[in-house]
């Protein structure tokens, strides 16, 4: 099974050369800056390109990086400092695309600048960093959206719009993997260093919790779990078991040490759906109970999953209210892991 680099650039390489669709941008269009030049950078800027566009300006800690990438993907502006991009009037929005433990010095940054925010996962350390962040938000009067795939993808959408028409019932159950071998020889990786928030809540967990959360109807209030921690102090394993007011149970499992299916299981009183790679998945299969069929749902694209982000934040900043309300979903999983980072005794160095 490729690791999620490779099978986004396989992706982005499959749909190059077809047309964009004509309904994913569909309000009035952004000018867009970015922070940070890494992996998640440059998938955005492949991605948008798919669209026909371009980054308006990057910075980077680093100038030769933010350089390199603006030649590399026709990028306008490079800034020399932070400062400067958030001080350019050319700028609508700005995608935040470094490290967890950084995220919340740039909201600050871009959200008083009054410039509107797409901020990547996990969108801040902590539910104070959030609650801050969505304060400085309000203040100002832009829009803040968190990153995360599973808040933006087509086929949530669609499930989604399925699920509350009473179609497929009650849902009772939410079951999801998550598990990616990272190797212990260099403890200093992002994944196990705690200078850089690494573990798995923050880095894997986001995924499962938000489709868990995205499909209950209420924030869990009764949570047991088991974690275990790294010898850097990260949670490198954890078991995960809540409820909410309503009866619906979610169990989620996840590991930075050992391979596991990406796999979400939720089952309804009259159907279950199972959804492979749930990340950025385009396809589920809903099992319907009465008499075993399989359906297949097909929706959005794996290669469009950044446009689709950067298309809700547009949407939010033209009013679209269901666009807006992302940010609650999110504000519910930031509590959830950091309720449980605080039962594992994981603590950053900015928490301390």
């Known amino acids: 099974m490729p690791d999620a680099a490779t099978a986004a650039a396989a992706a982005y390489e499959a749909a190059k050369d077809r047309p964009f669709p004509d309904d994913v941008f569909v309000a009035p269009q952004l000018t867009w800056a970015v922070i940070g030049c890494g992996v998640i950078a440059n998938q955005m800027a492949e991605s948008l390109a798919l669209a026909g566009r ?48 950084t995220h919340i010095r740039y909201l600050r940054g871009a959200l008083a600048a009054g410039k509107h925010v797409l901020c990547e996962k996990s969108i801040t350390l902590n539910s104070a960093e959030l609650d801050e962040a969505r304060a400085l938000a309000e203040k100002n009067g832009v829009v803040l959206m968190d990153a ?4 933006h993808m087509p086929l949530y959408v669609e499930l989604l719009r399925r699920a509350r028409t009473g179609e497929f019932g009650r849902m009772n159950l939410a079951q999801l993997n998550f598990g990616s071998y990272k190797e212990y020889g260099d403890l200093t990786n992002r994944f196990y260093n705690i200078d850089l928030a690494g573990g798995a809540m923050l880095d894997i967990g986001v995924y499962a919790l938000s489709l868990m959360r995205l499909f209950m109807e209420s924030q869990p209030t009764e949570v047991v779990s ?51 790679e749930y990340p950025r998945a385009d396809a589920a299969t809903i099992v319907w109970t009465e008499d075993g069929r ?59």
Not at 68 to 90: C, I, T
Not at 238 to 251: L, P
């Open 54 to 101: 371009r980054i308006h300006g990057v910075a980077n800690r680093t100038r030769e990086k933010a350089a390199a990438f603006a030649e590399r993907h026709g990028v306008e502006r490079v800034y020399d400092s932070f400062e400067d991009l958030y001080a350019d009037p050319a700028v609508d929005a700005v995608y935040v695309t470094t490290p967890h433990n």
């Open 148 to 151: 995360t795939t599973i808040l």
């Open 226 to 276: 088991l974690g275990n921690l790294a010898s850097t102090g990260v949670d490198e394993a954890g078991g995960v078991v809540c409820r909410n007011a309503e009866g619906q149970i979610g169990v989620v499992s996840l590991t930075l040490h050992s391979k596991q299916p990406k796999r979400a299981v939720l089952s309804f009183d009259r159907c279950y759906v199972e959804v492979e």
């Open 294 to 352: 399989r359906e297949t749902v097909a929706c959005g694209e794996e290669a469009y999953a950044l446009c689709y982000e950067m298309a809700d934040l547009e949407a939010a900043v033209a009013g679209d209210a269901e666009k807006r309300a992302l940010l609650g979903c999110a504000s519910d999983v930031m509590e959830l892991m950091t309720r449980l980072r605080a039962d594992w005794g994981v603590v950053y160095p900015e928490e301390r």
